[in-house]
């Protein structure tokens, strides 16, 4: 049973509980978004796999986790990145933001989010279980197939770059 942290609209720690059950009541909870970009400008994008048990199939952020409990939102962006992509990089935190998106199947995503972001120009080596594909596109290319095709991303992908991209005050 994996466990998720409570939070409220300023982070702080209210408890723990149950993830699905957490996403199926749309409790507050702790989460972390990263973005990892290549010396190009290209976003590694990563198709979740068939069996993830919400949003399958979809395109999304290069990873995406909720810390454990005790486990800093830092500590948990690094171990996802090693775990779901296979490698790991240096990550700045660049932004936290609140979101509500509704993930289909009776469960919702309400996530205090970490936001990082970090360079890498290797070549992921992905767990087929949680990673069907990869690739990496630029922003312009993404932002537009976005607009054509917003069923082919998850919800908080589309929630969060634009969220990103204002940060970053990426003008490209």
Not at 25 to 50: D, M, P, T, Y
Not at 56 to 65: K, L, M
Request: hydrophobic share 35%; charged share 35%.
């Amino acid at each position: 049973m994996e466990l998720v942290v409570f939070v409220d609209e300023r982070d702080r720690e209210l408890g723990v509980g149950e993830k699905l059950e957490v996403h199926t009541s749309g409790k507050l909870h702790r989460a972390i978004s990263v973005f990892v970009f290549n010396s190009r400008g290209e976003l590694l994008l990563q198709r979740r796999a068939h069996g993830k048990y919400h949003a399958p199939e979809q395109w999304s952020n290069t990873c995406c986790t909720h810390p454990r409990p005790g486990e800093t939102p830092e500590e948990a962006a690094h171990r996802r990145l090693r775990e779901e992509m296979g490698f790991d990089c240096p990550l700045e935190k660049v932004l936290e933001t609140v979101y509500r998106v509704d993930v289909g199947g009776g469960m919702v995503e309400h996530e205090f989010d970490h936001v990082f972001v970090g360079r890498f120009n290797g070549e992921p080596v992905p767990d087929r279980s949680e990673v069907r594909e990869f690739k990496w596109m630029g922003v312009k290319e993404l932002k537009r197939d976005m607009g054509k095709n917003p069923k082919d991303y998850t919800p908080w992908f589309r929630v969060l770059l634009p969220r990103l991209l204002e940060v970053l005050d990426w003008t490209q």
